[in-house]
């Protein structure tokens, strides 16, 4: 019985987790660029009290055993990197990778390069495009303070107009990152990544060649959750959760009947 209150807890202990994840992708239902992330459950080790296919009498073996489980944990909460819907504005600077299977680059600063689904850039006191938090784009990209207009074309070419001068001047290529396991990447929040071992090593290439997708001005990359799939894992959360507390309470009777046998 005290194994089934453990087993019991460590279902519950992983359903508050399942939960964390389903309200953090609801709080960023509306935040451009964002991945939502799902957990999956592994079950933890067994007893083994009969081994499977162990030898009887009379030459057989046993058919199946007896392995008792010692409950559940969250192994993993991966993130889709699927692309989410598009908005159509009015800012130049709001840009998009048109499939999802590539990055924007930022310069976290120290060497460290981050990737950004979300292509709402600005431009800081010096003419740099930089994203919400002020990491600049990588490679660099600055403008011309006297910039009247910014154009980028399919391929990342960005150019500008000054003045009167109807001529567009090009200031900067944007160029993009892939991986081979995507998922692999490591979140640091405010809708960046960084790449780890288990990500591989980027890949990266001027928007539509070599097999990169282009990009779009004037468009941003809402994020992919659902408000309704997640509604339901809320409910499937807390219906498990419910559920591994009535094998505590249950537990905890056949306990108490147990502690008030006489002789």
Avoid: C
């Avoid at 508050?16 to 994840?21: G, S």
């Avoid at 290529?173 to 692999?184: H, I, K, S, W, Y």
């Amino acid at each position: 019985m005290l194994r089934s209150l453990w087993s019991s807890a460590s279902g519950m202990i992983a359903q508050q987790t399942h939960l964390d994840v389903v309200t953090h992708n609801l709080a960023n239902v509306n935040t451009h660029g964002y991945k939502k992330r799902r957990a999956d459950f592994e079950d933890l080790m067994y007893q083994i009290y009969r081994e499977p296919g162990a030898p009887i009498e009379g030459g057989s073996v046993v058919p199946t055993g007896v392995q008792v489980g010692l409950g559940t944990k969250v192994a993993a909460t991966p993130s889709f990197m699927v692309q989410g819907n598009f908005q159509i504005t009015d800012g130049s600077l709001d840009w998009v990778i048109v499939e999802d299977n590539a990055f924007f680059q930022v310069n976290l600063g120290n060497g460290l390069i981050g990737y950004t689904r979300s292509g709402a850039w600005q431009l800081d006191d010096q003419g740099q495009i930089v994203n919400e938090d002020g990491y600049p784009i990588e490679p660099a990209i600055t403008v011309d303070q006297e910039a009247q207009s910014i154009q980028l074309s399919p391929t990342g070419r960005v150019t500008i107009r000054t003045g009167d001068n109807m001529e567009l001047q090009e200031v900067g290529q944007v160029e993009l990152a892939r991986f081979v396991n995507p998922t692999g990447l490591r979140a640091l929040g405010d809708r960046v990544f960084v790449e780890t071992p288990a990500s591989g090593q980027p890949q990266t290439g001027n928007p539509g060649e070599n097999g990169m997708p282009q990009v779009r001005q004037n468009v941003l990359e809402m994020s992919n959750v659902q408000v309704v799939e997640e509604m339901v894992e809320m409910i499937v959360a807390q219906r498990a959760y419910e559920a591994n507390s009535k094998g505590v309470q249950t537990a905890d009777d056949l306990l108490r009947i147990a502690n008030g046998l006489k002789r």
